[in-house]
């Protein structure tokens, strides 16, 4: 992955903070980032397909339920970024990571 496609993916509100909720949770379905982002679910599904298109994503169905988390073969350097980027914004996403989090404590919101 070169840096152009990298930050053009994420120049987007609901991409980067679904890419940081996913460095702080590890894995979220659609259901926890509607609830997280509130936000609709042909919205989230089309950033979702757009992140996945970029190869910043990966998916695993479960059942009916479809799971996205950081593709695994991601640079260390972009993974640095989004890490750092979490590390230093925490204000950025602390309502939708409140709210994930919540949400996935009672066993998802699907």
């Known amino acids: 992955?070169?840096?152009?496609?990298?930050?053009?993916?994420?120049?987007?509100?609901?991409?980067?903070?679904t890419l940081l909720l996913l460095?702080?949770?590890?894995?979220?379905?659609v259901c926890d980032l509607i609830e997280a982002l509130a936000l609709d679910q042909?919205?989230?599904?089309?950033?979702?397909?757009?992140?996945?298109?970029?190869?910043l994503l990966q998916d695993e169905?479960?059942?009916k339920w479809v799971y996205y988390r950081l593709h695994p073969a991601l640079?260390?350097?972009?993974?640095?970024?989004?890490?750092?980027?979490?590390?230093?914004?925490?204000?950025?996403?602390?309502t939708a990571l409140n709210r994930i989090r919540c949400c996935q404590q009672q066993n998802g919101c699907c």
């Open 1 to 17: 992955m070169d840096p152009l496609s990298f930050y053009k993916c994420m120049a987007e509100d609901t991409r980067l903070k």
């Open 61 to 63: 169905r479960r059942g």
């Open 23 to 29: 460095t702080c949770v590890n894995e979220a379905c």
């Open 75 to 94: 640079p260390q350097w972009s993974k640095a970024v989004l890490q750092e980027t979490l590390t230093h914004n925490q204000a950025y996403i602390h």
């Open 42 to 55: 042909p919205k989230i599904s089309r950033h979702l397909a757009e992140l996945r298109k970029c190869g």
